[in-house]
């Protein structure tokens, strides 16, 4: 049975902190909705209505576009070994860009990542629970290492130039304000 709660339980930060994926999901107004799968040592639980999420480069930039236009954000995670549950954490997203007089304090909240490009802030006004006993059980084999090995190799000034190609403008033609956010 579904529960709603106001904010993370100790049992819920527990069960966040053995999960090693969740999802991310926005959408502006009128854009696609996009579901983003996370990995890696990327998240944290700051307090029982505050997360953190420390995202690296990737092949688009959604998730910053459609923040600075609607800042809602739905956090998931699945059980997909032991007891079936589904957690999805609600709330209102900013983005802590490089440039930002935050960046340097919360990133030390990480292991580096080389990539890194922004760390979204989840102001949590609403969890939910559900049973997840369709989701199917899977065994945890290990984190993938190729796109930390893929950034290493470009390096800072590869990377950069990667955003400038791949995370200037959303799939729906809108601007991530990457460039403006992370270079100097």
Request: proline share 4%; aromatic share 10%; hydrophobic share 40%.
């Amino acid at each position: 049975m579904g529960q709603k709660f106001d904010a993370l339980s100790d049992r819920l930060i527990e069960f966040i902190r053995q999960q090693h994926l969740f999802f991310v999901g926005t959408a502006t107004k009128d854009s696609r909705v996009n579901i983003s799968p996370k990995g890696m040592d990327s998240l944290r639980v700051m307090n029982a209505n505050r997360i953190l999420w420390l995202n690296v480069t990737g092949s688009g930039n959604e998730t910053a576009t459609h923040i600075k236009q609607n800042p809602r954000m739905t956090v998931m995670f699945a059980a997909f070994t032991g007891k079936p549950m589904i957690l999805r954490i609600y709330g209102t997203a900013t983005a802590v860009h490089h440039n930002d007089p935050e960046w340097q304090t919360l990133y030390t909240l990480f292991d580096p990542l080389p990539g890194a490009r922004q760390i979204f802030i989840l102001d949590i006004d609403l969890v939910q629970t559900s049973c997840g006993m369709a989701v199917p059980l899977y065994d945890y084999a290990g984190d993938r290492e190729q796109l930390n090995s893929w950034a290493e190799k470009k390096g800072q000034a590869g990377i950069e130039e990667y955003w400038r190609e791949k995370n200037v403008l959303s799939i729906d033609g809108d601007a991530s304000g990457i460039i403006e956010k992370n270079l100097c």
